[in-house]
């Protein structure tokens, strides 16, 4: 696609819910990104993906959140027993080592999944 | 560590004058920077960015940001304030052998008609 695709737009899951996020990323994209905004923060990184192999999953809060990619190109955000503090949205980002050193690839980010526990 | 630091929270400008965005950087080696823009209810929109030469990066919408390694700043420049560049701002940075960015807290600018 033109874009990096994400899924759902919106999410409202009742406290201890699992939840699943798609992101869709660039075609041809083989860096992979998941970041979480809090409402008025700046995104914090969460994992880094290059084709299906998690580099960096550093950034996860908890064990509760999982994230994969099998094939290389789609990839998920699963979050177990979801917790009120789990409540922000998760931005999907991807980039792809041809535009540019390492690091200086232009990561392109999708317009996230707004999740909100209730 | 990497981090950025946008010192102002809000920054108010009269449309038509020059805008200004702060931002102040540390790394370890070599930075590459990045300024994004999010919109309402949006995504982050890539504006620009520096990695080598020129101190001044010229981007999208009319904006551009002045590289100074001195003073570890990249802020972000506006010649001409529109009403539509009403948003928030987000300056980014990354170093040598580094993936992830890491994102400053973001600036809301408000452009008054």
């Known amino acids: ?118 | 560590a990497q981090s950025v630091a946008q010192p102002e929270d809000q920054v108010n400008v009269a449309e038509g004058n020059p805008l200004t965005v702060k931002c102040t950087y540390s790394v370890s080696g070599n930075p590459y920077l990045f300024w994004y823009v999010q919109y309402p209810n949006r995504g982050l929109q890539f504006l620009l960015k520096y990695i080598t030469g020129d101190n001044l990066v010229k981007g999208s919408y009319g904006f551009e940001a002045e590289f100074n390694k001195s003073q570890t700043s990249f802020h972000l420049k506006k010649p001409s304030a529109l009403v539509s560049d009403s948003a928030l701002y987000f300056c980014a940075v990354r170093d040598d052998g580094n993936n992830r960015l890491a994102f400053g807290k973001g600036n809301q600018v408000v452009v008054i008609p």
């Open chain 1, 1 to 118: 696609g033109a874009g990096v695709s994400q899924s759902p737009r919106y999410k409202v899951a009742k406290r201890g819910q699992d939840v699943a996020l798609r992101c869709d990323p660039i075609s041809g994209h083989v860096s992979l990104f998941w970041y979480q905004q809090a409402l008025g923060q700046g995104p914090e990184f969460l994992t880094y993906f290059q084709n299906e192999a998690q580099l960096d999953k550093s950034g996860l809060p908890s064990d509760r959140f999982f994230a994969e990619r099998p094939e290389g190109s789609v990839s998920t955000l699963k979050i177990q027993r979801t917790q009120q503090e789990d409540s922000a949205v998760y931005l999907c980002a991807s980039s792809h080592p041809g535009q540019g050193s390492g690091p200086g690839n232009t990561i392109y980010f999708g317009e996230g999944s707004w999740l909100t526990v209730v």
